[in-house]
T-cell receptor, first 113, second 112 residues
Framework: GDSVTQMEGPVTLSEEAFLTINCTYTATGYPSLFWYVQYPGEGLQLLLKATKADDKGSNKGFEATYRKETTSFHLEKGSVQVSDSAVYFCALSDRTGGFKTIFGAGTRLFVKA | DSGVTQTPKHLITATGQRVTLRCSPRSGDLSVYWYQQSLDQGLQFLIQYYNGEERAKGNILERFSAQQFPDLHSELNLSSLELGDSALYFC???????????FGPGTRLTVL
């Protein structure tokens, strides 16, 4: 079945450092790919998405490119801030079998001032 | 604020009991999704409804059931509760099935 694998955390960075969180997926169809962010005590919020190969999703300085050849959707940000501290989830939604969304395990990011 | 509301915010109950969690989707959204988030299992998709009909099922236990009502709100019923059912339960909604999902703040269930 479909699955999402993302790098284990926690990831600890200093402010203004470069961030990469790796995400790879397996899917039988042509999924849409997402990054969600969960701040402490809150629900998940969509950060960015890409619906087809080579699409780049971007929001709030975060970017991720849908790479079909490597089945990856890595999240990057050039300069992180303390306010980016949160848990980041990679996810896919596949039309096959009813649009259920499969989430990765989540990666906790700590950004130090 | 995503526009998705969930009640109650917290729920503490005992093993063997039954509880009902409620979700009101964003105005205009027809699709509702339920997820369970626990420390050991991560975020697990449970079930999805679209305009009152069940559309997709994930790792939902037989002790759990859900429905979506004509006014589009949804309820998740958990029965014969066990300690391992303690988790955060999230509801999400979207306008159409392929659209972005918007998550509610969650209901934290503690089974003692």
């Amino acid at each position: 079945g479909d699955s999402v694998t993302q790098m284990e955390g926690p990831v600890t960075l200093s402010e203004e450092a470069f961030l990469t969180i790796n995400c790879t997926y397996t899917a039988t169809g042509y999924p849409s790919l997402f990054w969600y962010v969960q701040y402490p005590g809150e629900g998940l919020q969509l950060l960015l998405k890409a619906t087809k190969a080579d699409d780049k999703g971007s929001n709030k300085g975060f970017e991720a490119t849908y790479r079909k050849e490597t089945t990856s959707f890595h999240l990057e940000k050039g300069s992180v801030q303390v306010s980016d501290s949160a848990v980041y989830f990679c996810a896919l939604s596949d039309r096959t079998g009813g649009f259920k969304t499969i989430f990765g395990a989540g990666t906790r990011l700590f950004v130090k001032a | 604020d995503s526009g998705v509301t969930q009640t109650p915010k917290h729920l503490i109950t005992a093993t063997g009991q039954r509880v009902t969690l409620r979700c009101s989707p964003r105005s205009g959204d027809l699709s509702v999704y339920w997820y369970q988030q626990s420390l050991d299992q991560g975020l697990q998709f449970l079930i999805q409804y679209y305009n009152g009909e069940e559309r997709a099922k994930g790792n939902i236990l037989e002790r759990f059931s859900a429905q979506q009502f004509p006014d589009l709100h949804s309820e998740l019923n958990l029965s014969s509760l066990e300690l391992g059912d303690s988790a955060l339960y999230f509801c999400a909604s979207s306008q159409r099935e392929e659209d972005t999902q918007y998550f509610g703040p969650g209901t934290r269930l503690t089974v003692l």
